[in-house]
């Protein structure tokens, strides 16, 4: 800071509360929501302190014990969807990234360029934009309602590849020639070397992508039919369909944290990797 | 760019790449192809049968006035989600830079949103703004503002608005911080020297030298508001009422999931393609080459 005023070092910290306190107010009110009866909310104004029914909504909602009007799918069978379609989505792009990273970037072959294109051209359009027929191919692969449909398609965009392609630009020659030297194939060099030199890379696109697959809203809205197969995600979302006063608000706010406490946690606990795993892979 | 070292095999590098390349073949480059064929194509309503019916899909989505008013719609919530969402997280950010105590604490809690599913901020935000029993909408009643996003267009709109905004704060923010800390001090310090205030030296060097972040974030947040807010509208309005939150993606999903409409919704997506190609030129031409990170 270039100079010291003590009235704009006041109006920044009264700024950046007041900021603060619109960011986390939607999320203050969905847990004071969660910690009391369906009938204490309903009663507007609703009480501004947390009650002494939390342990009530959560029970119910991760066992599916609500009288929610559109579903009563347990959000504990959720969450474990969620993770496990996160982790698979994660892992899956990370390992395809770092194997096509390596070829393009250590290797000369006939139609390089054209395999960096057509990968390249996969981080223009997200699936948004293809899903009817992204959807067909599922669907005839009677991937619907599993796992693989839930993520397979997820894998198949292209932001890792370039971080990683981009990280292994920067890793100097003297080390393949060292490697070469001492022996070792580009699957040894790959294994010992490279892999070890992009953990920081790794982690912070591991944030990202944990946060993306969990996320996700509108590919397992389509490819999910059954209760059992719904990310907690969209299972929140079902709990809605029963109008404004038959819903247990109290069910779907705890949903709601829950939701949102695996990624929170990633975020907050990876903070350091997080910020420049966004930065890079963004630029 | 190339490595001056390279390894030597006819087969490894196809082998490793096989895995990438299988995925997008299958999930990506089929499905974009079939969604350009389809796009000149009319099926009928039980997949029977399919005709060839050339630029027909676009004339009659071209002529259509809810097409037209989706991309009304869409115009309308991108411009106020970007402007609203890009001023809010400037301001934050630059007094974020000025302060020295505190700031990972501000940070940690201004970054919370990017980990919030957009469909979980949805479904908060319309409780809060919930007619019957929403805190924030009582208090609007109290005020003499009667909320009822399910009945009034604006209110809706403004709902979804606001949830988006809320959702992308964190990515603008970060992104403003980091353009703001790779300024150099000594620029700012030597305007000071020279007798400039604070604002002055925020209009005249930090906001100049921010234009890239700042057009670089304004097509991110285009993007963002074009595609990733289909779940905050799926979630909160559900287009309606009537169609007037209906962007685009919505439209798209609705014509080829409800309405089962492919011939128009496989031409809506070729569209949005379209979209999202210039915008990625756009941000190539304009953007890379003036920004040195």
Known sequence: ?283 | MEKRVLFRSRWLPWALLLPQLLIIGVFFFWPAGQALLQSFQQQDTFGMSTEWVGLENFERLFSDPLYLASFKTTAYFSVLVAVIGLSLALLMAVFADRIVRGVMVYRTLLIMPYAVAPAVAAVMWVFMFSPSIGPVAWALERVGIPWNHLLKGEHAMALIVAAAIWKQFSYNFLFFVAGLQSIPKSLIEAAAIDGAGPWRRFWTIQFPLLSPTTFFLLVMNVVYAFFDTFAIVDAATSGGPGKETSILVYKVYYDGFKAMDLGSSAAQSVVLMGIVIALTVIQFRYVERKVNY
């Not at chain 1, 981080?123 to 899903?131: D, K, S």
């Open chain 1, 1 to 283: 800071m270039v100079e010291r005023r003590l009235t704009l070092g006041i109006l920044a910290h009264v700024v950046l509360c007041l900021g603060v306190i619109l960011i986390v107010f939607p999320v203050y009110l969905a847990f004071v929501a969660s910690t009391h009866t369906s009938q204490e909310i309903v009663q507007a104004p609703m009480p501004i302190l947390p009650g002494d029914n939390a342990w009530a909504s959560y029970k119910a909602a991760l066992l599916g014990e609500g009288a929610g009007g559109g579903s009563q799918a347990a959000v504990g069978r959720m969450m474990w969807v969620s993770l496990v379609s996160a982790l698979i989505i994660t892992i899956g792009k990370i390992a395809i990234s770092l194997l096509s990273a390596f070829a393009i970037v250590y290797f000369r072959f006939p139609f390089k360029m054209a395999c960096f294109w057509a990968i390249f051209i996969t981080l223009m359009l997200p699936v948004e934009v293809r899903i009817g027929p992204t959807y067909q191919v599922v669907a005839d692969l009677h991937m619907l309602n599993g796992y693989a449909g839930l993520t397979v398609p997820l894998i198949a965009s292209a932001t890792a590849t370039f971080l990683f392609r981009q990280f292994f630009l920067t890793v100097p020659d003297e080390l393949v020639e060292a490697a070469r030297m001492d022996g070792a194939g580009p699957m040894r060099f790959f294994k010992d070397v490279l892999v070890p030199l992009s953990a920081t890379s790794i982690a912070a696109l591991f944030v990202i992508q944990f946060i993306y697959g969990w996320n996700q809203y509108l590919w397992p809205l389509l490819v999910t039919t059954k209760e059992d197969m719904y990310p907690v995600v969209i299972g929140i979302k079902r709990m809605l369909s029963g109008g404004d006063a038959a819903n247990d608000w109290n069910v779907v706010m705890a949903t709601a944290i829950l939701a949102m406490l695996p990624p929170v946690l990633v975020v907050i606990l990876m903070q350091k990797w997080f910020v420049k795993g966004l930065v890079d892979t963004e630029k």
